[in-house]
Each structure stands twice: as structure tokens, then as C-alpha cells.
């Protein structure tokens, strides 16, 4: 019987000794490795956040990424949801910034007024939700209503540049009534800037009416109130932006051959920067989109959206982008922003991203995106 | 019916012996001194009151003997009763409800118990050797999380005793063949049944472990159906009708605890992932870590080292079978977990624990089969055998402790946490506003918990009817002077408040008075 209880003992012991060198695990109790904290991980409605690095929210740059919110009539808690997904996606990229692109609308080419359409152009109160989300990454937040042109385009092919309003004052009148809660939005989500005019360049000598509006928006925001030109009247080098140092949404035709390398395009885009502004004001020239759609042959119109369903070849928006990268560094730009994400897209999923429309750089351009947030800037 | 084995007396039922045993008082003193020192150590910490679920345990006994519609109907239909109502002997006081020590007076006397009873069941096995009882019992009793759930208003603690006190009587039955021992075994079961759901499959472990116990007692098959009859009626079916019946009477569906709107499977649905997804090997993994976290590979590989020594040993004994009906609670969660009726969470990176608490019940057959361990070493070895296991998983808890390793009090520090936007409605709610409350208590428990007393929720009656829906169309009318809404989510319920009140003509009298990302605080205007 002593025999047994010793072999019975050795083996109990054996198995110990087996148990004990789990890997991971402890000889006492214990919390699992890497779990032991006990303030929690930033969250949002029980979803983690990403936060921007703290060296890349140091930078002066601009580093941004534009999100097209076309989700406004998903319910606040799948808004909040896709906000956070897409801004953990965003800052994954090494952004410090985000662009929250929303739609809003006028009555045609030559139109009276402006107005939300709901379903289509978010609430104020949605609008504060996402800053306030965007903030919670710890990025800067670009609040940038853009006027959807497809009701404008719809008789003589028209777009939001090129409105010419029955009565100007009226319609600025409009639109500052409707830019009113948005900014209200604005700031009581803690956004950092603010687009009071985008693409809107056939109103762009109405400086008194400018004047108004940006004066009226400074009482109700208080960060920076920024507008953006389209490369076509940017590349005319006329005066007249409603605020100095306009930034740049920019789809410059650099007629570069299909298959050209990335020197090749940097040098273009350098050349075509410093042809249009000096060195002075490129510094405080921030390109607020820049985007392309991963299609051959788009280097001869870049600010054509190529049809769904068109045969990808990514390596013409990957290229473009790092000579676009390049070039905003060469030029010692204040900052860049790709464009775009929809707020309906998934990051986190590759079978989808793949029927995204050319357009979109998930999966294609966005790794060339996350080595130009890298490095380069200050 | 003959309820004595017709063979012959074993020598467990030689007189009992001349000097009455002081260990188990012994025992009983050190578990006490360890469960004050433990509790008062976690009360200055503020962990207490950490689970979710604590505030919920507390709340419920609260509103069975205050508020506005305090009775028997605030047990509510899915927390099992004897838990809240244990709780009641001091939840009437508000101080000692408001703190969480009403809870933890409940859980700290029923570790005291389960560490004397584990002493008794031990000495079942040893006889007269006191030594490996008292190792058994104390590795139970200084176990660190075990003192940290011990703290608080958990509804563990008293399970464990209750299940404990059931094996120990089963033991005690195959021993002495006293059929009140079955009696008590019976009782024990049906109070530990309704202390836990887990309760219900030990109570029909146990019921088969009484037919199969009877067999190797030699009794007849006619004595095993009534045996089996005592068992299954105080055992299991009492506590089961007994519940189905409260439930029917109070909700009209006896089985609400079951499939009802605020039930575990309920809650389980709404979760948009599931962590183990119906995966064994994940279920397998999830359980594992959290009995080696609970207990520590050292208390593990004695318990299984214990586990190989016992089956040799008893070889299927009667008195062995109530053990061994213990341990599969294992597998029961392993299934449990995998069949998703029950989340854990499987380390990971940054990971929140969820659950490890399930785990801990291990340390109640690891603790038995430890002691019978010891109990199995050659005499001259006994004492030091027990000091040195006693002794080092004593310094191995105090370590963890000292190392800010308890994995449960992580766990509830990590829930308390995720509590944060409830906790500042909360202090909103105690700090600036008076009269009534209307809020929807589900998921909104710890806002509530300070001013339980003043609280309109789906549970409160006036002259026996349900005010809910009433209040809910006009909550003027009778006299709600705070509205509280969650606003909403993707991973909670819709707030009910929230879904009937928010922008409704009928908040025009109130006027906003707290906003956070979370909650929405209405007061009434003056008139």
C-alpha cells in the first residue's frame, strides 16, 4: 500500500510540476498578463478608442483624413457607432486630424435658398456627437458642410462653384441661418475649425457678404473659421477668399502619363504649387483634399470620379498620393488631407472595402497615407 | 420505509469521541478575524461595492423593506430571493445599505460557515486526524479572492455555504445513515438553489447522487424511491415550484426568471458579440484562466494531485459521491459558457475581465480534496504536510494581494470603472434634487442606488397595482418631480423612460437640469 501512495504521490506531484509551467499563468492568483488595469481604456458606448499619439498631436501640421457622412439616416447609436470606428480607423492612420464632410442643399443653379434635407444632411445635435467623438480621439476637428451639387448639376452640368444666386444677400442670408446651429454644434462639441466656405468659388468676390457671415460665425464659434478653393480657381490666382490663406482642395491636372513614377509626380505637383503661390503662402496653404480614384488613366482629370464598377489599378492612387505627400513637404505645406472615407464604410473589412467605389482609398492608397502621416513633418 | 442501512455500523459511527473538538472554533475564529480584516481592507478601498451587480443585489433588499412600495414583490423575478432577503437583516439600515455592509454581513457569515463546514465535511474523511480539515478548510479561508468576494454583497458567498452544508450532510448521511441528515441535506440545496441558478444542476447532481448512494449503501430499491423522494422534494422540487409560483403570481409567467424581459438569456441576446461564439476550446480556455487566476496553479495542481489520491482511495465510495457531484460544476460551466448562456471573457490584450468570479466556486472542491490529500500522508508528516500547504498558499495570496494581483477585486475595480457616467448621475441626483424620481432601473441600478427610497421604476405599486405605465403617460400627474433618461446606446436597452418621455410635449413642465454623454436629468419647474 505504501508503494501505491508513493507512486501515487510522485505522480500527483509530476502533474503539478506540468500544471505550474503554464505558460501565462501564475503559481498564486493572479490577474492575466496585460489585463490587470484598473482604469478603463477610453471608451465611447462600450466601443475602445484609438487616440492620436501624442508626438503626432504635437505637429503644427495638419495631418487629416476627410470623412463623408453619408449616414445621417442610421439611428444617433449607429451614427456614434461608425463615428467611432471610422475616427479609430483615421487615427490608426497616424492622423491628428478629421474632416466631417456632411451634405446640406440649394435650390438648383440659380438658387434662392439653403436647407438640410433630412435622412441626408445630419442634425446639429448628431453633427455635435461626432466632434465630440472625434475630440474624444484626441484629433482636431475640421466641421466642413459642403454643398451637394447634384441638384445643381442636374440641367446645364453645373456645380456647387458655380451658383449663381437670384438674390446674393438673400442667399447668404439663407445660408448663414442654416450654418447658425451648425456652428452652435460646432463648438459645443469642441471642434477646432470650421468650413464657412467650400468650393463655393462663384461667390467668392462677394466679399461683403463674406464679411458678414464670418463675422456673425466668429460670435457662435470660436475656433478657427477656415474656406477652401477648388484647384480651378486656386490655379487662377485671383484675390478675393473670404478668409486669407485659403486652404486648397486639390485636383491639379498635372498631365502626367499613365504609367509616371513618383519623382515624376512630385516634381509636377512641387512645380504646380510654386507656379501658383510663393513659398510664403504655401506655408500656410493646407490642401484639404486631396484624392483620386484608383483607376487607370486618372492622372489627366483627377477630380473625376471614375464610375463604380471600373477596373481598379491602385497603384495610380498610391503613387499620386505619395507624390501629393512628397510635394506638401517639399513646399513645407501647413498640412494635408486625404480624401476620402465614407462614414458607411468599414475599415475592418477587406471583402467589403473591395466593392468600395474607385474613389475610395481603404485597402488601396491608405497604407501610403499611414508612412506620409509617419515622418517628414513638424 | 426503512431509512437505516441494513449492514452493519462502520467504525464513523463509533461514539463520538470523549474531548469535544475546539477546531472548528478555532477554524471559525481565524475565518472571522481574516473575513473583518478582509472586508475592512476592501471598504477602505472602495471596493465594497464594485459589481454591477452588487448595487443590484443591495437595491433589491432595500426595496423590499423601504421605498414607496416596499414587499415581497420587489425580489423582483430574476435574481434568485435568499440572497436579498439574508440581506434584509441589515439593508433596513440605511447607513449600513448605503455602505454595502449590509451585503457584506451576509457574505462574510457565510464564509465563516462554509470555513467551519469545510472543516466538518474534511474530518468526514479523516476521522480523527484534525490536521488535514484544518489545511482543507483554511486553504479555502485564505484564499485572496475568496476574502475579496467575501467582502462583498455577492450572492456567491452564500451559495457556497449552502452547497457546502448540502455535501457535508450527503458525507455526513453515507457515514451516519441518519435520515435527517438527508433531511438537511435536502434543505440545504433547496436555500443554495435559490441562491444561484448553478444551484439547480447541483440539486439534481445531488438527487442523483442519493440514488447511486443509496445502491452502495445496500439500501433497497424500494427505500432508495423515498430516499430519492425527500431529496427531490426538498431538494429541488420545493425551491423550483416555490420560484416558478412567486414568479406567476408576481408576473404571470412562471417561467419570467427564465424567459422574461430583464432574464440572463434576455441579456445574453442583446449581446451584440459573444465572446466564446460556441467554441469548446474557447469555452475550455475562458474557464481554465479563470479557476488558475481565482486559485492559483499551485492550489490547482494540489486540488488535482488531491483529486487522483481520492478517486485511488474512495474508489466510488458512497460518501465519495457527493464530491465528486461537487466538481462537476466544472464541466457544467465549461457548457454553460460554451452553450453562450453566460459570458467570460479570454485574456487578451487590454482586455476587460468579465466573470472570473465563476471560477472561484473550484476553490470549494479543491479545498476538500486538499485536505483529503493531506489526510492520505503518513501520521509523522500530517502537521507539517498542513502548515506548509496552509502557510504557502497563504503567502502566495498575500502576495498576489501585495502585488495588486486579486483578480476579482481587478475585475470589480474595472466595473466600477465602466460605471462612471451612472456614479456622477447619481451623486447629481443625491446632491440637487428632492421628491420623486421616474427612471427605468435596468442597467440604471448604481444611479439609483443613493436614492433607491424616492425611486418611480417598473416595480413600484400603489394600492397594489403597478404605477409604471401610468406614471409613464403623464408623470406630472403624479407628482414626479425628476426624470432620469439613458440616453441611447448600441450595447444597452433602450432607456423606457428615454423611449416614452424624450421630446415629448409632457416634459414641457421640467426643465434640463443635467446633460452628460449618458444621461439626461429632468427637474420640474415651479409652478
Known amino acids: 500500500m505504501t508503494g501505491i501512495r508513493g507512486r501515487l504521490l510522485a505522480l500527483a506531484a509530476t502533474l503539478a510540476v506540468t500544471l505550474c509551467g503554464c505558460a501565462g499563468l501564475s503559481a498564486g492568483p493572479a490577474v492575466p498578463v496585460g489585463n490587470d488595469w484598473t482604469t478603463p481604456p477610453p471608451m465611447i458606448d462600450g466601443t475602445p478608442v484609438s487616440e492620436v499619439a501624442a508626438p503626432s498631436a504635437r505637429l503644427t501640421a495638419d495631418l487629416g483624413i476627410q470623412v463623408y457622412w453619408n449616414t445621417a439616416d442610421a439611428t444617433r447609436a449607429r451614427q456614434q457607432d461608425e463615428g467611432t470606428q471610422i475616427f479609430n480607423y483615421v487615427v490608426g492612420l497616424g492622423a491628428n486630424s478629421v474632416g466631417i464632410d456632411f451634405p446640406f442643399f440649394t435650390d438648383g443653379e440659380y438658387p434662392t435658398r439653403v436647407y438640410g434635407v433630412p435622412g441626408s444632411t445630419p442634425s446639429p445635435a448628431i453633427i455635435a456627437m461626432l466632434v465630440a467623438n472625434g475630440r474624444a480621439h484626441g484629433l482636431r476637428v475640421l466641421v466642413r458642410p459642403l454643398l451637394d451639387d447634384g441638384n445643381i448639376m442636374a440641367v446645364n452640368g453645373d456645380w456647387r462653384g458655380s451658383i449663381r444666386p437670384r438674390s446674393v444677400s438673400s442667399w447668404f442670408r439663407s445660408y448663414l441661418g442654416f450654418l447658425t446651429p451648425y456652428l452652435r454644434a460646432a463648438q459645443a462639441g469642441g471642434a477646432t475649425a470650421f468650413g464657412i466656405d467650400t468650393e463655393l468659388d462663384s461667390l467668392a468676390g462677394q466679399a461683403g457678404d463674406w464679411a458678414r457671415v464670418r463675422s456673425a460665425a466668429a460670435t457662435l464659434f470660436t475656433g478657427q473659421l477656415v474656406s477652401a478653393v477648388n484647384y480651378g480657381l486656386w490655379q487662377q490666382d485671383k484675390p478675393g477668399e473670404p478668409v486669407p490663406d485659403a486652404a486648397l482642395d486639390a485636383y491639379p491636372p498635372l498631365g502626367a502619363a499613365s504609367g509616371a513614377t513618383v519623382p515624376t509626380l512630385t516634381a509636377a505637383w512641387v512645380s504646380w504649387l510654386r507656379r501658383h503661390r510663393p513659398a510664403q503662402a504655401l506655408e500656410k496653404t493646407v490642401l484639404q483634399e486631396v484624392g483620386i480614384s484608383a483607376v487607370a488613366g486618372a492622372y489627366a482629370a483627377p477630380a473625376i470620379t471614375a464610375p463604380d464598377g471600373t477596373p481598379l489599378d491602385v497603384t495610380v492612387q498610391r503613387d499620386w498620393f505619395a507624390a501629393a505627400c512628397a510635394a506638401a513637404k517639399t513646399t513645407r505645406l501647413a498640412g494635408l488631407y486625404f480624401f476620402d472615407v465614407n462614414s458607411s464604410d468599414n475599415p475592418l473589412d477587406p471583402v467589403a472595402a473591395a466593392r468600395y467605389a474607385p474613389g475610395s482609398f481603404i485597402d488601396r492608397g491608405d497604407d501610403v497615407i499611414k508612412a506620409c502621416f509617419g515622418s517628414g513633418w513638424s | ?527
Open chain 2, 1 to 527: 420505509m426503512v431509512l437505516t442501512s441494513p449492514r452493519a455500523a462502520g467504525p464513523a459511527e463509533a461514539e463520538p469521541a470523549v474531548r469535544p473538538d475546539r477546531a472548528p472554533l478555532a477554524v471559525g475564529l481565524v475565518a472571522t478575524v481574516l473575513s473583518v480584516a478582509s472586508t475592512w481592507y476592501y471598504f477602505r478601498h472602495q471596493l465594497v461595492l464594485g459589481y454591477h451587480d452588487s448595487f443590484s443585489h443591495l437595491e433589491i433588499s432595500r426595496r423590499v423593506v423601504a421605498g414607496l412600495s416596499p414587499g415581497i414583490a420587489q425580489l423582483g423575478g430574476v435574481w434568485l430571493p435568499v440572497p436579498q432577503l439574508l440581506e434584509d437583516l441589515f439593508s433596513w439600515n440605511y447607513t449600513l445599505y448605503r455602505t454595502g455592509l449590509a451585503g457584506s454581513a451576509v457574505s462574510m457569515a457565510s464564509f465563516v460557515a462554509a470555513t467551519v463546514l469545510l472543516y466538518r465535511l474534511i474530518r468526514l474523511f479523516t476521522g480523527d486526524l484534525r490536521w488535514p480539515a484544518i489545511a482543507g478548510a483554511l486553504v479555502f479561508a485564505v484564499n485572496v479572492n475568496m476574502l475579496y468576494q467575501q467582502s462583498t454583497s455577492m450572492d456567491e458567498l452564500p451559495f457556497y455555504a449552502f452547497t457546502i452544508a448540502a455535501v457535508y450532510y450527503l458525507v455526513r448521511w453515507a457515514e451516519l445513515r441518519k435520515a435527517t441528515d438527508l433531511l438537511a441535506a435536502g434543505v440545504s440545496s433547496m436555500l443554495a438553489m435559490l441562491c444561484r441558478y448553478e444551484g439547480w444542476f447541483l440539486a439534481g447532481v445531488f438527487l442523483i447522487c442519493v440514488i447511486v448512494m443509496g445502491r452502495r449503501l445496500g439500501y433497497s430499491w424500494r427505500d432508495i424511491r423515498g430516499l430519492a423522494l425527500i431529496t427531490a422534494t426538498f431538494g429541488l422540487l420545493a425551491s423550483a415550484a416555490g420560484w416558478a409560483l412567486y414568479n406567476y403570481l408576481i408576473f404571470g409567467n412562471a417561467l419570467n426568471f427564465e424567459n422574461g424581459p430583464d432574464s440572463s438569456a434576455a441579456q445574453m441576446a442583446q449581446r451584440h458579440t459573444s465572446i466564446i461564439d460556441g467554441s469548446w476550446l474557447l469555452a475550455l480556455k475562458g474557464y481554465g484562466y479563470a479557476i488558475a487566476s481565482d486559485l492559483g496553479l499551485v492550489m490547482v495542481a494540489l486540488a488535482v494531485a488531491g483529486l487522483i489520491v481520492f478517486l485511488a482511495c474512495e474508489r466510488f465510495s458512497a460518501r465519495s459521491l457527493p464530491v465528486l457531484g461537487l466538481l462537476t460544476i466544472v464541466p457544467f460551466y465549461v457548457y454553460s459558457l460554451k452553450a453562450g448562456a453566460e459570458p467570460i471573457s479570454v485574456p487578451q490584450p487590454y482586455g476587460f475581465l468579465l466573470n472570473y468570479r465563476f471560477g472561484l466556486i473550484a476553490a470549494l472542491p479543491a479545498a476538500i480534496l486538499i485536505g483529503y490529500l493531506v489526510g492520505r500522508l503518513p501520521r509523522r508528516g500530517l502537521i507539517p504536510a498542513a502548515l506548509a500547504v496552509t502557510l504557502g498558499l497563504a503567502a502566495l495570496s498575500g502576495l498576489s494581494l501585495a502585488r495588486h494581483q486579486v483578480v476579482l477585486a481587478t475585475e470589480a475595480a474595472q466595473d466600477l470603472s465602466s460605471q462612471q457616467p451612472q456614479v456622477q448621475a447619481g451623486a447629481f441626483l443625491v446632491q440637487h434634487t428632492s421628491g420623486l424620481i421616474l427612471l427605468d432601473i435596468v442597467q440604471n441600478e448604481r444611479v439609483a442606488f443613493a436614492v433607491v427610497d424616492r425611486t418611480v421604476y417598473d416595480g413600484t405599486k400603489e394600492s397594489g397595482h403597478n404605477q409604471w405605465t401610468a406614471v409613464l403617460q403623464n408623470p406630472g400627474a403624479f407628482g414626479i418631480q425628476v426624470i432620469v433618461m439613458r440616453l441611447p446606446s448600441s450595447n444597452e436597452p433602450l432607456d423606457v423612460v428615454y423611449g416614452a418621455l424624450h421630446d415629448s410635449p409632457l416634459l414641457r413642465p421640467y426643465r434640463l437640469v443635467y446633460r452628460s454623454p449618458s444621461y439626461l436629468i429632468y427637474s420640474r419647474q415651479p409652478a
